[in-house]
C-alpha cells in the first residue's frame, strides 16, 4: 500500500473520533461566545461613565447607593455596612440589602486587581465592569437548565433567547448599573438549577428513612451532596438579596405540590423529603448566623423571616413524608391525602393570623403585593417598577418578542407530559410552578421582568425540542441524517427559529436590539442634574456634627462603623442636622453631598416629608418638623397635636430643604398621596364645591386658589420662600437651565370629540357640558365632579406647549419657569422691631408694614423678597425676615455660605402704597438672621410709598393665544434635549418615581 493510501485510511478511520469529539462538545465554544456577545453589549457605553475629574458617574439612584455600600466594603473590608446613619435622619436606617453578598463580590475582585489596596479609580471601574460580567455568567446555568428540558440544541437555544432580549434584564445588568438585580438573577439560576439536579438525583438514588436509620451513608452520600449544593446555592441567593425570601415560598408550593402528586401516584414521598429536608436546612442555619435585625416583619432585612421560612419548608417536607407513612399503616385512600394537607395548611394560616400576626402581615402583604396582582399598596404604586403593566401583553412582547408566547407553549408540552405516557420528572413540577409565579409576579411589578427572563429562556428549550422531536428532525445526526432531512421539516425548522427569534432582531425589536441599547447608555440625567447642587451642599454647609458652636464631625465618620440601636433610633451628637426632600433623591443626597438626608428610596420617612411638603402653611410646615425632631411622625396629625409634640422637639432638626422641578410638577401627584388629601384637591380651586361642574375658563381663571400653591413645597420653590420667616433661598444649580412647567386640564369638547366614539357617549351620558374638565376614577372616566380632575403637571418643551395651545380637548391652565434644584435653608430669622410716630394721622386702622429686598442667585437671577404685618394701633410693629444683607458668617463659623445675596439694604414701608406713609432702610445681619435677634428701625420718613417692583416673575400667562418663541428663548435658553432627559425621568421613575421601595 502506497504512503498516500495509508494517510487517506488513516485520515478515514480518524474521521469518526472527531465528529463524535465534535458532537460531544460543540456547545461549549458557543456558550463562550454567547457569554462574550452578552458581556460587549453590555459595555458598549462604557466610555459615557468616565468623567474627567474622576466622580462617579452612572445609572439609575440605587447605583448611587450602591457605590457607597462598595466604598463602605472596601474601606472596612471583608465587613459590610452594619447600620447607616447618613441617612434616614433623625434615626438612621438599617439598610439591609445594601451592603451583602453582590457588594462583597465587587470588593473582593478589585482587592485582586489593586493587589490588596485597589484605588477609587481601580474600585470603579470593576464596579462598573462586574455587573456585564455577572449577567454574561447568566448564561452557564441557563444553559444547562435549557439542556435539562430539551438536550444541548435546547440549551443552546435557551442562552439565545437570554442573550437576544432586550428588555428590563438587558437594561438593568448593563455598564453603570450598580445594582444588585444581575446578581439576583444570576444567583436565582444557579438555586433553580442546583435544585433541580438535586431532585433528579434524588429520583434516581431514591433515598428513604430507613437509609437514614441504618446510616446507610454510602448509599445517602450522593443525594446528601446535591441537596447540601442545592442548600448553599439558595443561601447565596438569599445573602445577595433577602426579599428573595420568595424563592424559598416558591420552592414550599413546589414540594407540597410534588410531594402529594408522588403519594398519590404511589411513589414514596420519602425521596424528595430528603432533599427538601436538607436543601432547606442549610439555609435555616446561614440565614440564623447572618441575622443582623431581630424581626418578622421585615423582608428587606437579614432577620428571622429567611431562616424560619426556610426552616419550616424542612419541617414540612418531614412532617409530609411522615404523615405519608400514617396514611398508609392506617390504610387510608391516598386521594384523601391533598386534601388533608391543604386542611393543615389552612390551619396553619389561622395559627398564625392569631399568635403570629405580624408574620402573618408580613406574608399576605408580599402575596398580594408582590406575587399576585391582587391588592398592591397605593403608596408603592408611586414607583413606577413597582406598578403593574398597563398592558401585559404588550409588555411582555416588548420585554421578549414571541418568545413568551412559544414558553407558554413549552409549559403547556410540560404539563401533557404524562398524559402522553412520557416521563415526567419532579424537575418539570419546579419549572413548571417557578414559571408560573414569575409571570405572576411581573404581571404584579414590571421590574420582575428581569426575572421572567429566566424562565422565557429555559422554557423555550422544551419548546423547541418538542417540535424538534413532533416532527422528527435528527438535527445531530450527522450528515447522513441532515441528506433524509424533508422540505417540510425544513420549512418547520425555519418558521420555529423565526418565531422565537426574529422579534428580537431588528427592526422588530420595538426599534432597539440589545446591541443598539448597550450603545446608547449613559449616567442617569437626574443624578446628573443634582450633583451640582449636591456637591455645592458638601462644600457650602458645615459638616454633619459641626452645625453653629458644636464641633462633632469627628464621632459622625462618613466610613465609620456605627451598631444597631436597641430601638432602632441611633442618637446623634449635638451640631448633627438633616436634609428635608423627597425620597428619591436621599441616595444622591447622601453620596454626591456627603450629608444627611430625611428620607430615601428605601421610602423611609416618605410620609413625613410628604407632610411636610405639602404643609398649607408655614406654621404647619414649622411644627412639622418640630414633630420630627421629637421623634414622633407628623402624619395625620392636627395643628393641636403637633403643637403638643413640637414642645418636645430636640436638637436633631431638619437645617436644608432642597426641591427640584419635578418634585414642584410631575411628582407631587406621588408626594400628596402619602399623606393625603389626593392629587385632586391641591389641583381644584379652594371655592370649588365637590361634586360641581368645573369648567376650565374657571380653572384658568381661580387656579391661584388652588391649596397646591400654599404648600410648602410651592411658596418654596416658585416664590423663592416670598413672605416667609423661616426660610431662604441659598442656592440654585445654574449648569443645567431652567424650563418650562405646565399645568394642562383634558376637557370635553363635543365639536371635537368623534360623537361615534364609546368615550364621547359615556361622556355625554355622564352629563359633561362643552368646557367641562373631565374627571377621572382609579383611571376610569368619572361623572363631572367626581374622582379626580384630569390634570397633570410637568416639565414640557415649547413644542409640546404649541401642540397643546392647538389642541381644543387639552387646554393650558397654568405656565410657569422653573430652576432644575433650589436649596432652601431654615433659619431663625431677624426679628424687625420698628414703630412710627403717626402725628399726621397719615395711618387708619388696618395699617400695614411691609418690608422688601432685593436679592440675586449665583445663577444670576434676581426676585425681590417681601413681608408685609399689621400695624398695632400704637404705631409698632415686628417683622421675621430671612435674609441678609450682608455675608459675614460661612462655613468656617458652623453655618453656610449662601449663594443668593442682597443687592442692597431692606426696605420698610409703614401705610398704604399710592399714597404718603413712612419709610425706612435696614441693614440685617447674619448674625441676626440664624440667631434669630433683633433689629430695631429707626429714622423713619415721612414720604410717598412707591410698590416694589418685581426683579423676576416665574409666571408666564398661561390664557396667551400664542407665546413669541424667540422672546421665549432668550428668556428660558432652553436646553430641547436636556428637557427631553429630564421627562424621560421623571416617567421612568419613578417615580414618583424611584426604585423599588424594598431596595
Known sequence: MSTDTEHVDEGVAASPSLLETWRDWYHLPLIGVVILFMFVTRVLSYGNFITDDGRPALNAVDSWYHWRTVEWTAENYPNTMPYEIWTGFPTGNYVGQFGTLFDQIIVTVAMIVGLGDPSSSTLYSVALLTVPAMAALVAIPVFYMGRRLGGTIGGLVSIAVLALAPGTFFYRSTVGQLQHHVAEVLFMALAVLSMMVALRVAEREQPIYELVADRDWDALREPAKYSALAGIALSLYLWVWPPGVVLVGIFAVFFTVQLCLDYVRGTSPDHLAFVGAISMAIPALFMLVMIEEVSLGSTTSFGLLQPIAAALVAFGCLFMAGLARVWNSREIDRRYYPAAIGGLLLGAFVVMWLALPDLYDTFVGNLTGRLLPLDPSETGLTVSEVQPPDDFNAHVFGEFGAAFYTMLAGLAFLVARPFLGREFRAEYTLVIIWSLFLISMTATQTRFS????????????????????????????????????????????????????????????????????????????????????????????????????????????????????????????AGSYGVMSWWDYGHLITTQGERMPHSNPFQQHADSSSAFLTAESEDRGELVLDT???????????????????????????RYVMIDSAMASSKFNAISQWSGPDYGYYMTPSDHDTGEHLNVEDLQEDFDEAPFHETMLAQLYYDDADGMEHYRAVHESEETPPMLIGTTAEVYDSQV???????????????????????????????????QPSMSIGPMTEAELSQIQQDPMNELIDLQVGEPVQTFERVDGATLSGEVDDEDD???????????????????????????????????????????????LGVEDGYTDSDVMATGDYNVSVGEFGEDGYETQTEVPEEAVVHGETVTLEDFEQTELEEPEEADDDELDADDEQIDDDEMEDELEIDEDELEDEMADAEDEDDGAGEDPAE
Do not use: K
Open 450 to 573: 428581569y426575572y421572567l427572563v429566566l424562565a422565557v429562556a429555559v422554557v423555550n428549550a422544551i419548546f423547541v425540542a418538542d417540535v424538534v422531536r413532533f416532527f422528527d428532525l435528527d438535527i445531530r445526526g450527522g450528515v447522513d441524517s441532515l441528506r433524509q432531512v424533508e422540505t417540510y421539516q425544513i420549512i418547520v425548522l425555519v418558521l420555529v427559529a423565526m418565531l422565537v427569534f426574529v422579534p428580537l432582531l431588528t427592526p422588530m425589536a420595538g426599534g432597539a436590539t440589545a446591541w443598539q441599547q448597550g450603545q446608547n447608555m449613559g449616567p442617569h440625567h437626574e443624578a446628573m442634574t443634582w450633583e451640582e447642587s449636591n456637591h455645592w451642599l458638601a462644600e457650602n454647609t458645615p459638616e454633619p456634627g459641626n452645625w453653629g458652636e458644636d464641633e462633632n464631625a469627628d464621632q459622625l465618620d462618613y466610613m465609620g462603623t456605627y451598631e444597631y440601636p436597641e430601638d432602632g433610633d441611633y442618637d446623634y451628637p
Open 628 to 654: 420630627i425632631a421629637a421623634g414622633e411622625n407628623p402624619t395625620d396629625l392636627s395643628d393641636q397635636e403637633l403643637e403638643t409634640y413640637a414642645e418636645e422637639a430636640g436638637d436633631e432638626e431638619m
Open 753 to 787: 370629540i368623534d360623537p361615534q366614539a364609546e368615550a364621547a357617549q359615556d361622556l355625554e351620558e355622564m352629563g359633561y357640558s362643552d368646557g367641562d374638565v373631565i374627571h377621572v376614577d382609579d383611571g376610569e372616566l368619572a361623572a363631572p365632579g367626581e374622582g
Open 842 to 888: 397719615l395711618l387708619d386702622d388696618n395699617a400695614t408694614a411691609t418690608v422688601d429686598v432685593d436679592l440675586e442667585t449665583n445663577a444670576d437671577r434676581e426676585f425681590t423678597y417681601t413681608q408685609e404685618v399689621d400695624v398695632e394701633d400704637d404705631g409698632s410693629f415686628e417683622v421675621t425676615v430671612p435674609y441678609a444683607t450682608d455675608d459675614e
